[in-house]
């Protein structure tokens, strides 16, 4: 006597979420405090051909730096896969933006209140491309914290631009900012439906 065959288990979807920003502000630390496989990324050593190309201010202990992607995993559940693609902050490796943002379902803009204008690529980016992004503050232990009002108002983006607080050494931390970037793209995706079905 045969037992019956089990149903084909359907194969799990997958949503794509890019973590962007400028050089050093911690893209690649984010991904690997949530990936659940170890992350793949592609780091080298920032040697003399860097120097006058690579802005190490306020990043002088730096010494590695993504020249391709980081790429990390989260299994939500059974059947919902996100992956994470960690951009360069480089402006040099700008040519390979559009592949790694390319089917993006939202994205993460860190930003280092250090070093507050090197964001400004990321944002017009995903705005440009009509994105949904939120921006995440990455505090560092010897940097200086100012009040979200005073970030906005030092990046010059409107109320409709969620901002919140990040420490991505920590895995809770970059759970809650995925979980508020993931509230950003459901609002704006139920609000063009509602726009759609008005006209």
């Known amino acids: 006597m045969y037992a019956p065959s089990s149903p084909a288990t359907a194969a799990p979807t997958a949503v794509k979420i890019v973590i962007s920003g400028g050089f050093g502000v911690g893209k690649t630390t984010f991904v690997g405090a949530i990936s659940e496989i ?3 990324v592609t780091e080298a050593d920032l040697t003399e051909v860097s120097v006058g190309v690579d802005d190490t201010t306020g990043v002088t202990a730096k010494t590695t730096t993504t020249v391709a992607l980081d790429f990390g995993r989260i299994s939500l559940d059974e ?3 996100m992956y ?3 951009t360069p902050g480089q402006d040099r490796f700008a040519f390979l933006w559009d592949d790694l943002v390319d089917g993006a379902l939202g994205a993460v803009v860190l930003v280092d209140t250090r070093r507050i204008e090197d964001c400004f690529p990321s944002i017009d980016y995903f705005e440009d491309h009509r994105i949904p992004f ?3 503050i990455n505090h560092f232990p010897a940097g200086r914290r100012f009040d979200l ?3 906005r108002e030092a990046l010059g983006v409107d109320d409709a631009v969620i901002i919140v607080d990040c420490d991505a050494r920590s895995r809770e931390s ?3 900012v ?3 970037l993931t509230e950003v793209v459901l609002a704006q995706r139920l609000a063009r439906a509602g726009h ?3 006209q």
Do not use: I
């Open 38 to 40: 170890e992350p793949l």
């Open 79 to 81: 059947t919902l896969l």
């Open 84 to 86: 994470l693609f960690g």
């Open 134 to 136: 939120l921006l995440a």
């Open 149 to 151: 009002a005073e970030v």
């Open 174 to 176: 970059v759970k809650q």
């Open 178 to 180: 995925l979980v508020s």
């Open 196 to 198: 759609s079905r008005r």
